[in-house]
């Protein structure tokens, strides 16, 4: 049989890690795994007792609203201006997805015919590559560099280089791997550009509330005149650890968030409706758990960089998302991300993602997901002292 639309995809080079992974601890090895960006902490009380209540109700069993019930996407517009100082109408500028992956890949589809061109930061969260892949379209990537002065004059260029002349450019800040941040006035002038060139900005603000150190991520909407331009996906995956609800939201331009709305009305029905009505409670009463995790990773973050400054492995701490990106040290470099971040899983039971999986721009690096308590972290942290002899 031929699967032409995925026969081209590479293999996916975390299985290689996560299959190392099972192995040593079906052997017996405890593995403390920092891999996969999945969230260990628990979600708000509130979400799991409204979900139970709603979920007894037969009059929520029924399909419900694709674009996401009207209080909970008044509950998303309260957000924003709390927040943010953003204004919303939740009638027009805000939808629900099911998680920020979905509603990425079907605006993709939305957004791209065959042959089109889209801008896309190097490396990349997998799905900003591959979902613009998937509608047929030529991906270009724009190398990302920690200085948003230098990353600016990097997309401009791309963008007035690329033939034919990309519809869109996707950006995400803080950025998952690399933790790069960016400001409000670098949004100011991706959006002043956006709206001279007539593309649209695709925001996924998946890491929105994880600002480490005072750094409060601005939402690209706070730039003057952004709706004209941009979309942005909210997700409650990371800040208020939902990961397993599937739960975001895509806010912004009106025209984008009624074609996604009109294509979505033909694909799904939406999610649960008792999760809605637990994630409107939850984004209306839990408004301060986001900086308890936030806090909480922030801790996590000293443990893991701290340490490995202590046994020599080099590494700028982010200032945002739940990752550390380190650069492998220069006694390994030669081994490459996948060799590196195996030898890893074997030698020190310290799973990691190595940067290539990333895109060829995150080779060089492996990412440290925070998913795992101080302590863990840790003993990690001995874990990579006693086996990367070559450090000391
Ligand atoms: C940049 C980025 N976007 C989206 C997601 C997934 O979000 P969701 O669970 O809402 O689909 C992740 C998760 O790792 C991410 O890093």
Same mark, same amino acid.
């Given at each position: 049989m031929d699967f032409r639309r995925i026969n081209g995809l590479p293999p996916y080079v975390f299985t290689i890690i996560d299959s190392l992974k099972v192995e040593s601890r079906r052997a017996g090895h405890d593995v403390i795994d920092l *891999? =996969?960006?999945? !969230?260990d902490l628990p979600s708000p009380d509130i979400a799991v007792s409204k979900l139970c209540e709603a979920a007894? #109700? !037969?009059? #929520?069993?029924r399909y419900s609203s694709s674009r996401g019930i009207p209080k909970l996407r008044q509950a998303v517009a309260d957000l924003y201006q709390r927040r943010f100082g953003v204004d919303l109408d939740p009638e027009t500028e805000v939808i629900n997805t099911i998680g920020a992956k979905e509603g990425f890949s079907h605006l993709m589809w939305v957004l791209l015919e065959a042959g089109d061109a889209v801008l896309v930061p190097s490396p990349s969260y997998p799905i900003h590559l591959f979902a613009p892949l998937f509608a047929g379209a030529n991906v270009r990537e724009m190398p990302l560099t920690s200085n948003q002065d230098d990353f600016f004059d990097t997309l401009t260029e791309r963008f007035e280089f690329s033939w034919p002349r990309p519809r869109v450019i996707v950006l995400s800040f803080p950025h998952n791997p690399t933790t790069t941040c960016v400001d409000l006035d670098f949004m100011q002038r991706v959006v002043d550009f956006a709206r001279e060139r007539d593309v649209v900005l695709v925001h996924d603000f998946a890491y929105a509330e994880l600002g480490f150190d005072g750094v409060k991520p601005p939402s690209i909407l706070e730039a003057e005149g952004a709706k004209d331009v941009a979309v942005e996906f909210y997700s409650m995956t990371k800040s208020f650890s939902m990961?397993?609800?599937?739960m975001a939201f895509m806010v912004g331009n009106p025209e984008v968030v009624a074609a996604l709305a009109k294509l979505k009305s033909y694909l799904d029905y939406g999610t649960f409706q008792p999760i809605q009505i637990a994630a409107t409670v939850t984004l209306n009463e839990a408004v301060d758990y986001p900086v308890e995790v936030g806090e909480v990773y922030q801790r996590r973050r000293d443990a893991l960089c701290d340490g490995l400054q202590r046994i020599g492995w080099e590494i700028e701490p982010p200032r945002g998302t739940m990752f550390a990106w380190a650069p492998i040290p220069e006694q390994y470099s030669h081994m490459g991300s996948v060799e590196f971040a195996s030898m890893l899983v074997k030698d020190a039971d310290v799973a990691v993602s190595p940067?290539?999986? =990333?895109? !060829?721009? *995150?080779? *060089?690096f492996v990412r440290f997901a925070l998913i795992e308590n101080e302590q863990r972290i840790n003993q990690a942290v001995r874990n990579l002292r006693g086996s990367l002899d070559k450090l000391r």
């Open positions: *891999g =996969f960006g999945n !969230p007894g #109700n !037969p009059r #929520n069993h990961a397993g609800w599937r940067g290539v999986g =990333f895109g !060829p721009g *995150g080779e *060089g």
